[in-house]
């Protein structure tokens, strides 16, 4: 049996589940009117795809079909039908030999489901799994009262479809459908891609050309920049040289013109010294000079009384006695020993500072050598601090030579949006917390600090493209503080030593707050080792401390200390320059002390020369007049000696004796006149040296004029090529965003002089373009290749066409000749059903228009027995059911199907006709499955086995199974 057996459960009066077993090649299905029995045939429709609500006689709703329940049964909620069929000869294209068809609907949502051999699939797998099969919903395996009654009623155009379905082109026809819209779809899409074409045609003629200017200026641009590269890493790099030659030259002027402005100020400090120097000196002649003017008055007076006396003398001895004589001669002898004496006694004393002189000469030339010795070591100590000042202002102006990525993005900070700067730079460490503040940063001193997220993403791709290192970014976005609860507060500033919070130690602008005290609020500055274990130790080694040395305690107990050889960061930097600074000052005083001491000695050792020089003119006048006193001595004594008298030799003179009263004025006047010397002396070495200080000044002034004009010059020509080298720079970040490094990478060997031309005659030939559109060849690939895709859619869309009219052509091939050889068929055996089932006559079939033979209808002409009818409207009923019936055993004959179900077909016949339609029925036993719904005894007759459908007072339909033998058998047991 091709259909084995049918399960029904909620299916409009099948409430409970419900099996109808097929075992024989025909069945019937009888009961009285109502009892359910055409539900069976409903049943079957509906899982074959049926949609009609109307044809399945259920309401308006599909959701109607399932039991709606009665007086005595509550309505369910779901009515599912299964048809099991055996698939051995392959009727279906399924390689299982038996096929399981499942549709169900639930009352909830209406939702219907549907199976195949218990796996979900779509109606339309249904459909295509029964179609040329025969067992179609609308096919002629399945015919109703309706469809016969109908059928002999029916247009000619509306009988087609059961010879279609009957000649197997139901499939062609839907695929003709399927192809036919698929051809008006796709005319459509190509209307549609005609009216793009169109569009785009329009379009890629101006993009053509602005994609050709737009490429020429690309090409251009990109020869541009491989040139201009080169020719700005070149200029860079002579830039470079230029300042760095001219900064050595400016280092050596200005090093020379503070040298010599330095040595100006000391000889303008020693010009004005020597000058009050040269006015005292003048104030000390000056006044020496009166009282060696009124000492020479008063020796005049002497000299003249001694020339009286002497005189007096001269007459005493010419005329007096020898007694008178002697005792004048006595006098003259006493005087000129004390002359003699007294010059002797001052020549021993000149004799005696000369000696002291010399001494002090030596002392002071010691202590010359010292003070130039403490000098230079006070200036080498300088020179030292000046040059750690010069290496830390380079170190601060480029505080991270040793950081290529944030060297790289600060000095393109202006070509990067949202970068602030380094943490070292906008965090302001206080002078004397400066090492506690670079120890508590530690690595986060170098990062940099951006406005977002996405800015820092832009920072390091800007960095990963020009391959300039790695640095670590910090967005204010992302930046939350750091504090300490109460409690811990509490415990640190209670220890001992505790200065406060690092946070505290820094000034920066009110922006970066959250970075202070993001990197400093939890790290606790005290101010020693000690002090910074103990604190730890309180809060149990969960806090960063830091020393105003620099020593850490880390979370967790760890600590570091001690002294780096190069411990300078940008944090410290300004610590210790202000202490170099401070140095420096105190330094250069002490130096300047040293060398003021040194040129006070060299005054004095000068003084003592000259007082030295001044004493030995003095020492040899007194030996000269010493000789010539002790000369008048011996003289006076051998003339006092020839009178024979005795002489005493200790004979005194008085103080107010005239000889004694001259020597000692002769005494001031010396010393008046040595001092006067001296003081000329040194008023005439201080002229000396003033006026060769003046000419030193005038040529130290030219110098450093000259020096000025050169140092300005070469400052212009700085800031001039600073410009060039900044211009430059600009030009590498800006239109190329390349750093120099990675520009020098990018350098090739080029003449210059003949590159620089080329790059002025490309930016005029990319002048001369004038404006450019550089998407335009974006802009035109992408609608060229539109045009290109949617002319290859456009050709393939037509070739499509072709195919699916070409398609629909050998369609209609397909369908003319079968449709054409069932029709002669059925044509063939209709003529003798009809006589079977008419008892003679005539019947044949006609196409309406032969030439269209897709779409013609289909007429009958047939004649009964005794009867001339020329319009078949005029038969009665059973002569139509009849008709209709000898038209269906026709195509039966033509075409075998493996399922035929029959919904009292036969009602419209008299009994006579029933059997002979019954007797008829059974020829087909062994070619076909019959399932007849049916209440007519002849047809009962010819059934194998009749499933009887009742239904009791709880609305609900039952089966009973009966063979027609064991009928047949209880029957005649009965009578």
Not at 489 to 515: H, Q
Not at 522 to 534: F, G, R, S, W
Not at 700 to 717: A, D, F, G, L, P
Not at 909 to 928: I, K, P, T
Request: one cysteine or more; hydrophobic letters at 35%; a negative charge.
């Amino acid at each position: 049996m091709f259909l084995k057996r049918i399960e029904l459960q909620g299916f409009k009066s099948f409430a409970d589940k419900t099996v109808i077993q097929f075992d024989q090649d025909i069945t019937g299905i009888v009961g009285p009117n109502g009892c359910g029995k055409s539900n069976v045939n409903d049943a079957i429709r509906w899982v074959l795809g049926e949609q009609s609500v109307k044809s399945l006689r259920s309401g308006t709703n599909m959701s109607d079909i399932i039991f709606s329940g009665s007086e005595y049964r509550k309505p369910v909620n779901m009515a599912r039908v299964t048809l099991v069929f055996d698939n051995s000869t392959r009727v279906f294209d399924s390689d299982f030999d038996e096929i399981e068809i499942t549709r169900q609907i639930l009352r909830a949502n209406n939702e219907a489901s549907y199976f195949i051999n218990k796996t979900p699939c779509r109606l339309k797998d249904i459909n295509d799994l029964v179609m040329d099969t025969g067992l179609g919903k609308d096919s002629l395996s399945i015919i109703t009262q309706g469809n016969i009654s109908s059928f002999a009623d029916a247009k000619p155009e509306d009988r087609r479809s059961l010879f279609e379905e009957a000649a197997g082109v139901a499939k062609y026809k839907k695929r003709k459908k399927i192809s036919l819209s698929k051809l008006e779809q796709t005319k459509e899409n190509l209307d549609r891609l005609q009216d793009i074409l169109d569009e785009l045609e329009r379009q890629i003629g101006p993009l053509e050309k602005q994609a050709k200017k737009a490429e020429k200026y690309i090409s251009l641009r990109d020869k541009l920049s491989k040139i201009e590269i080169s020719v700005l890493v070149e200029d860079i790099d002579q830039y470079n040289e230029k300042i760095n030659q001219i900064n050595k030259e400016l280092f050596d002027i200005q090093a020379m013109h503070t040298s010599e402005n330095v040595e100006l100020l000391k000889q303008e400090t020693r010009l004005e010294s020597i000058r009050k120097e040269m006015y005292a000196l003048d104030k000390q002649i000056n006044e020496l000079q009166g009282k060696y003017t009124k000492a020479m008055e008063e020796n005049y007076q002497l000299e003249r009384r001694k020339i009286e006396q002497d005189e007096k003398r001269k007459y005493m001895l010419k005329v007096a006695d020898k007694k008178a004589r002697q005792k004048e001669i006595q006098a003259m002898l006493e005087e000129a020993r004390f002359e003699y004496q007294d010059r002797h006694q001052r020549l021993m004393q000149t004799q005696q500072d000369l000696n002291n002189r010399r001494n002090i000469v030596n002392d002071l030339k010691t202590k010359i050598s010292k003070a130039r010795y403490e000098s230079d070591q006070a200036n080498n100590i300088l020179t030292q601090l000046q040059n750690r000042r010069q290496v830390l202002e380079n170190m601060m102006k480029q505080p991270f030579a040793h950081q290529q990525g944030v060297r790289s993005v600060m000095q393109a900070k202006n070509s990067l949006s949202g970068v602030y700067g380094v943490v070292s730079e906008l965090l302001i460490a206080h002078a004397d917390k400066a090492l506690a503040v670079n120890a508590a940063l530690g690595g986060s001193i170098y990062q940099i600090i951006t406005k977002n997220e996405a800015d820092a993403r832009n920072a390091i791709s800007f960095l990963k493209r020009n391959r300039s290192g790695r640095a670590t970014f910090l967005p204010l976005s992302v930046c939350h503080p750091r504090k300490m609860n109460e409690q811990v507060i509490t415990i640190a500033s209670t220890s001992p030593g505790f200065l406060g919070f690092a946070s505290e130690c820094v000034d920066c602008k009110e922006i970066f707050d959250p970075v202070k005290e993001r990197l400093l609020g939890n790290v606790i500055v005290v101010d020693t080792l000690q002090n910074a274990n103990e604190t730890a130790k309180r809060l149990r080694y969960a806090y960063k401390i830091v020393t105003l040395d620099g020593d850490i305690v880390h979370t967790g107990g760890s600590m570091t200390g001690g002294v780096t050889k190069n411990q300078s960061t940008p944090v410290t930097m300004r610590q210790e320059l202000d202490t170099i600074n401070s140095k420096i000052e105190g330094q250069k005083i002490k130096a300047d002390s040293c060398l003021n001491e040194t040129d006070i000695l060299t005054q004095k050792l000068q003084k003592e020369n000259d007082a030295i020089v001044t004493l030995q003119i003095e020492l040899a006048k007194l030996e000269n007049i010493y000789a010539t006193k002790k000369a008048k001595y011996d003289s006076i004594l051998a003339e006092y000696q020839e009178l024979g008298v005795d002489i005493e030799e200790n004979a005194e003179l008085a103080q107010d004796d005239l000889v004694v009263q001259m020597s000692k004025m002769h005494a001031v006047l010396d010393s008046l006149s040595l001092e006067i010397q001296s003081l000329r002396q040194s008023r005439f070495d201080k002229g000396n040296d003033a006026e060769q200080l003046e000419n030193q000044i005038r040529l130290v002034r030219r110098e450093m004029n000259s020096k000025q004009s050169q140092i300005h010059n070469y400052e212009m020509e700085i800031v001039k090529v600073k410009t060039q080298l900044e211009n430059a720079l600009n030009r590498l970040s800006t239109d190329y965003e390349m750093t120099y490094e990675y520009a020098l990478t990018k350098k090739e060997d080029v003449e210059i002089e003949s590159a620089k031309e080329e790059v002025i005659q490309l930016r005029q030939a990319i002048s001369r373009l004038g404006n450019v559109n550089l998407d335009a060849p974006n802009e035109y690939k992408e609608v060229k290749e539109r045009f290109d895709f949617m002319t290859s859619q456009k050709e393939d869309l037509e070739k499509a066409s072709q195919q699916i009219l070409a398609a629909i052509d050998e369609m209609d091939q397909t369908m003319i000749s079968q449709f054409t050889d069932m029709f002669n068929k059925i044509n063939a055996e209709l003529d003798g059903v009809f006589k079977a089932m008419f008892g003679g006559g005539r019947a044949s079939l006609s196409m309406v228009d032969p030439d269209d033979v897709l779409n013609t209808g289909i007429d009958i002409d047939v004649q009964p027995p005794g009867k001339m009818v020329k319009n078949i409207q005029t038969f009665s009923g059973g002569e139509k059911a009849l008709i209709a019936i000898s038209v269906l055993f026709a195509i039966l004959k033509a075409r075998t199907m493996p399922l035929c179900i029959f919904d009292e077909v036969e009602a419209a016949l008299d009994q006579a006709n029933v059997e002979r339609f019954a007797r008829y029925l059974s020829h087909y036993r062994g070619q076909s499955q019959f399932i007849a719904v049916t209440h007519r005894p002849g047809t009962m007759e010819q059934c194998d086995t009749l499933y009887g459908v009742t239904m009791q007072k709880d609305g609900v339909s039952k089966v009973l199974k009966v063979q027609l033998k064991d009928a047949v058998h209880i029957a005649k047991e009965e009578e």
